[in-house]
T-cell receptor, first 116, second 115 residues
């Protein structure tokens, strides 16, 4: 299994809603990532988890809250989002983290989020 | 700091014609170089990567790229494109920074194959 699975594929939410994005991989990877991709832009790193611990938070607003319940799962909890948060949210994983920068990233298909 | 420049935002090309997607990078330290492809409504998929050794790297789907250190370039090529190659292509550089892998993506080049 070489897949990163993200659910849901599409999500529409209001600014007062609370929702969660889910990501799962069964490749035994120890690093997992959340990226945000606006239309016609490259992915931007949000968070990195290494061995189930939050290693990197790229100054993301607190309305985004990541969680790594175990080595295979990564969640992104959303609360009180703004319309400008509408984007494609991509989850990725890699075998390890900080081993020289040459790790291949495996990406999920993403969750297309629309905030109304 | 590291950065990636993809000079062409959109490249139209006829089916079975060759194509080159340009990528230039800058970094004060050694980096690793990658090309990722993103099909519509999909995540990114690795096409190929350059870590060291031979400067000509072959990837999936018939793509190849050449690392040129003096010109700080890593252009992607395919001798004959197919309709199914229509997608967004991202060049990326990666290095270890503060103990983790920092990946910087270019803005992407949309390859449009015309039948």
């Amino acid at each position: 299994d070489t897949e990163v699975t993200q659910t849901p594929k599409h999500l529409v939410m209001g600014m007062t809603n609370k929702k969660s994005l889910k990501c799962e991989q069964h490749m035994g990877h120890r690093a997992m990532y959340w990226y945000k991709q606006k239309a016609k832009k490259p992915p931007e790193l949000m968070f990195v988890y290494s061995y189930e611990k939050l290693s990197i938070n790229e100054s993301v607003p607190s309305r985004f809250s990541p969680e790594c319940p175990n080595s295979s799962l990564l969640n992104l909890h959303l609360h009180a989002l703004q319309p400008e948060d509408s984007a494609l949210y991509l989850c990725a994983s890699s075998q390890d983290f900080g081993t020289g920068g040459n790790e291949k990233l495996f990406f999920g298909s993403g969750t297309q989020l629309s905030v109304l | 700091a590291q950065s990636v420049t993809q000079l062409d935002s959109q490249v139209p090309v006829f089916e079975e014609a060759p194509v080159e997607l340009r990528c230039n990078y800058s970094s004060s330290v050694s980096v690793y170089l990658f090309w990722y492809v993103q099909y519509p409504n999909q995540g990114l998929q690795l096409l190929l990567k350059y870590l060291s050794g031979s400067t000509l790297v072959k990837g999936i789907n018939g793509f190849e790229a050449e690392f040129n250190k003096s010109q700080t370039s890593f252009h992607l090529r395919k001798p004959s494109v197919h309709i199914s190659d229509t997608a967004e292509y991202f060049c990326a550089v990666s290095r270890t920074s503060g103990g983790y892998q920092k990946v910087t993506f270019g803005i992407g080049t949309k390859l449009q194959v015309i039948p």
